[in-house]
Every structure is written in structure tokens, then in C-alpha cells.
């Protein structure tokens, strides 16, 4: 039985292998025959047909500006501490634009209490116990906390356009 798979197998492996050494000799006769056809339809063309074919003045060509690179600012925000939690404000740093901001202007506001969730395990924790009825309970403190939020036009911007200080805090 397992002689029949492997005779499969060694046929199969020397009629691929016969191929392979046909078809190499085929190739090089064909390009052969493409390189000699095409070097008879090429002909050299000389720089002297293509110069008065196409004049170039001076004047027409635009002059070299030169180009700034942008230089993009990456943005920061101040992580939690405990100076934070005890009154210091957190700095924010917002890319958005003017136009953003005038037509909404509820959004740093909702950023910031978006943020502020995030933060939540930063937020101090107490659990009471009952072990007389086997409860416990997790209770969180949620702490006034003061940002800075710098306000950039768009990515490439140097400087702030506006800064704002808010409180965000949860009853």
C-alpha cells in the first residue's frame, strides 16, 4: 500500500522535473528572436531633432519657490496625581478649529467631562462592610478637578488661540 503513493509521487516528481529542463531552451531561442526584431524597428534618435522640436525660453519657466517644511506640534495632556486631585490643574492641549468652537460651543466642556470619566480610576475609593448581612459596598469620591485647556487652530500651530479654565466635578 505504501509503495503505490510514493510511485505516484517520484512520477510525478521526474515528469516535472523534465519539463523544466525543455522549457528554459524554448525561452532563450524566443527572446533571441524578440531582441533581433526589435533592435530592426528602433533607430537612435539624436539630441539634436528633439532641441529643435521644442524650444525653451527662460522667461516661461516659473522660478523656484521655496517651501517651508510644516512642522506638526505634537499635543499633550497632564495625567492624574494627587496634586491634581487636591486643587492643581491638569493641562489639556486641543486641536480644534475656531470655527468648531463658535459653532459649538458646549464642546470643551463635554471633552471635559468625557476626560474627567476617564479618569475615574484615578479617583480615591472606600469600602464599607456589613458582616452582620454579608454586603459590601464600594463607595468613590469624586473630586473636583480644575483643567487648563490650550486651544490650537490645527495641528501645525505654534501657539494657542484661546485658553480657557474650567472645574468639572460630580455630585
Known amino acids: 500500500m505504501k509503495t503505490l503513493p510514493l510511485f505516484f509521487c517520484l512520477t510525478f516528481l521526474f515528469s516535472c522535473s523534465n519539463e523544466n529542463r525543455i522549457i528554459p ?12 526584431a526589435l ?10 531633432t528633439i532641441a529643435a522640436k521644442t524650444p525653451i525660453s527662460t522667461t516661461s519657466l516659473p522660478k523656484k519657490q521655496k517651501i517651508k517644511p510644516r512642522l506638526s506640534y505634537g499635543r499633550e495632556s497632564d495625567g492624574c496625581s494627587n496634586d491634581n486631585l487636591n486643587g492643581k490643574a491638569i493641562l489639556v492641549q486641543l486641536d480644534l478649529n475656531s470655527s468648531v468652537l463658535l459653532s459649538y460651543p458646549d464642546t470643551i466642556i463635554q471633552y471635559l467631562k468625557s476626560y474627567y470619566n476617564n479618569l475615574e480610576h484615578f479617583f480615591p475609593r472606600s469600602i464599607a462592610d456589613d458582616f452582620e448581612h454579608g454586603i459590601s459596598t464600594e463607595r468613590i469620591s469624586y473630586p473636583k478637578l480644575n483643567f487648563i485647556v490650550e486651544l490650537y487652530e490645527n495641528e501645525y500651530a505654534a501657539k494657542p488661540y484661546k485658553t480657557v479654565q474650567q472645574s468639572i466635578s460630580k455630585e
Do not use: G, H, R, V
Open 39 to 48: 533592435k530592426s524597428i528602433t533607430k537612435p534618435i539624436s539630441d539634436t
Open 25 to 36: 531552451q524554448q525561452k532563450k531561442s524566443e527572446a533571441t528572436e524578440l531582441d533581433t
